[in-house]
Each structure stands twice: as C-alpha cells, then as structure tokens.
C-alpha cells in the first residue's frame, strides 16, 4: 500500500470516527440573553430594563426548573438592570450569584460591587 493510499484510508477513518460523534447538549441555558444584548445595544429603546428584568428572571427561573445553568454574565446583566430600575437589594443579590457561580468573574464584580456601595453613600 502507498503512502497516498494510507493516507486515504486514514482521512476516511477519521472522518468516519468523528462523523459518529453524538452532539452534545448545550452548557447552558441561554435563553433571551443574547437577544436582549443585542437589542439593548442595537436597537436602543426595545430592551428597556424592566422588559430585561422580566425576561432575564423568567430565564434563570426556568433554568433553575430544569437543571441547567445559565451562562457568565446574565446574573451580572440582570444585576445591572436592577440598578438602572434603582432596586439595590436586587442588584447586589444578582452580583453576588454571579460571583458565585462564576469564581472567575470576581474581580470585576467586586469592581461592580464597590462602585455600587460608593454610590450609596
């Protein structure tokens, strides 16, 4: 057998092997968030914080419901929106869950955090 033969033969192998492959379900639950994004920034006007407030917290609820996990970031934006409707407690509840779930993310929220309390005061 030659060398190009071999190689036919392994590229098949392969593309039979991987072609096999079951999908995977997805890591998280996205839900409206990246809609929500998008038309925030995009279409200024369509995605007030209240419409995001409800949306968002109708996500994570029916996330929680069926197992899953919402992805980094949506309890740090629902947190955000909080404070734009001027609910602290709420905010400060959805930066700590963000915090939590996400250990990575803890610079930033405690960023988000302070300048938070610093407008408290």
């Known amino acids: 057998m030659n060398n190009y033969a071999r ?11 991987f072609g096999c492959a079951t999908p ?11 809609q929500l994004v998008y038309e925030m920034y995009a279409k200024p ?3 007030e914080p209240d419409v995001q407030v409800a949306k968002l917290s109708a996500d994570v609820t029916r996330a929680q419901a069926e197992g899953k996990r919402v992805p980094p970031g949506v ?15 709420a905010a400060h509840r959805e930066f700590a869950a963000e915090r939590e779930l996400f250990p990575e993310s803890a610079a930033f929220v405690d960023g988000l955090l ?5 407008n408290e005061q």
Not at 7 to 17: G, K, T, W
Not at 75 to 86: C, N, R
């Open 45 to 47: 006007g369509q995605a």
């Open 24 to 34: 995977q379900p997805p890591i998280y639950s996205w839900g409206n968030y990246e």
């Open 75 to 89: 309890h740090a934006h629902l947190g955000y929106m909080y404070y734009l409707q001027g609910n602290r407690d």
């Open 7 to 17: 190689l036919a033969l392994s590229a098949l192998s392969a593309s039979l092997l």
């Open 114 to 118: 302070t300048r938070l309390q610093e």
